[in-house]
């Protein structure tokens, strides 16, 4: 394997590498990808293809797979909204459908069985999830697959929140969960991410390609709404000069805390800031 090729974005393992990757790689067997969607409300993905390893993110529904290799009941996929790779369940997955006419707008949405926001709902998708609308009935979207969202909880593809910072300030409270995206858990990167894409932005994954991607580094202190902070294997974004928004795993959810209190203490466990990036 090439050095310079980071697993967690390249197709790639000891024996077995992407097509695409021919001629950078060498690799006893090329793979091709297959496009796949995701059809369960979530799916985890993991290091490796067993539930009791690391989870280290989840694929939210809608969202576009490439599928490299199928095996006992596991994809190995690379995700096409932000290329990370990891292995998830493969009933998780069904052949592409649905065109994403829509995202999830709030935290999550329930999908009724009917348009009727009194009924037992189907499921709950978690912002971000994209469908396809069938039609509007009343104040509800009928999507593709079954179900009515109401239109509420629902921004047409191409609409965007206009903060990015709010968005995230709406995770107050979620419990964190390492690799998790969604309000039911989520970690520290994920907060960022799942708030930059809300607001049409583009964010990798995890806290160091985010440190590398993500804004541009500050040469003095950050104090403005939306500086984004990092440590070694974490990152928080500033509510205001006084305040840090972050999911952490000292509290275990997602709080507001004064920048100062969670400067020091992870300063302590973790060394001081690395850089702080303005968008």
Avoid at 10 to 23: F, M
Avoid at 86 to 107: D, I, N
Avoid at 223 to 248: I, S
Wanted: proline share 7%; net charge negative.
């Amino acid at each position: 394997m090439s050095p310079t090729l980071d697993p967690r974005l390249y197709v790639v393992r000891p024996g077995a590498a992407a097509e695409e990757l021919r001629g950078e790689v060498d690799a006893a067997v090329y793979l091709k990808p297959e496009l796949k969607q995701i059809s369960e409300p979530c799916a985890p993905v993991h290091q490796v293809g067993r539930f009791d390893t690391e989870m280290i993110t989840e694929a939210l529904h809608g969202e576009q797979v490439h599928v490299y290799e199928e095996h006992e009941g596991w994809a190995w996929v690379q995700l096409l909204r932000d290329r990370y790779v990891g292995y998830m369940p493969s009933a998780a997955l069904a052949p592409p459908q649905a065109v994403a006419t829509h995202h999830v707008s709030v935290l999550r949405a329930f999908v009724f069985p009917v348009p009727d926001i009194k009924a037992s709902p189907l499921s709950a998708l978690s912002m971000g999830s994209t469908v396809e609308s069938m039609g509007a009935n009343g104040a509800f979207e009928a999507i593709r697959g079954g179900g009515f969202i109401h239109k509420m909880h629902l921004r047409r593809a191409g609409e965007f929140a206009p903060d990015w910072v709010g968005v995230a300030e709406q995770f107050v409270g979620a419990p964190y969960l390492w690799g998790g995206k969604q309000s039911t858990g989520l970690d520290c990167s994920g907060l960022i991410q799942v708030a930059a894409h809300a607001a049409g932005m583009e964010a990798p994954r995890d806290s160091d390609m985010l440190r590398h991607n993500f804004g541009k580094p500050l040469p003095e202190e950050p104090d403005r709404r939306g500086d984004v902070v990092f440590w070694k294997g974490h990152v928080g974004v500033l509510c205001d000069a006084e305040t840090l928004l972050h999911a952490n795993a000292h509290h275990m959810i997602c709080v507001r805390e004064p920048f100062v209190d969670a400067r020091q203490r992870i300063a302590e466990a973790a060394g001081g800031i690395l850089q702080c990036n303005r968008l």
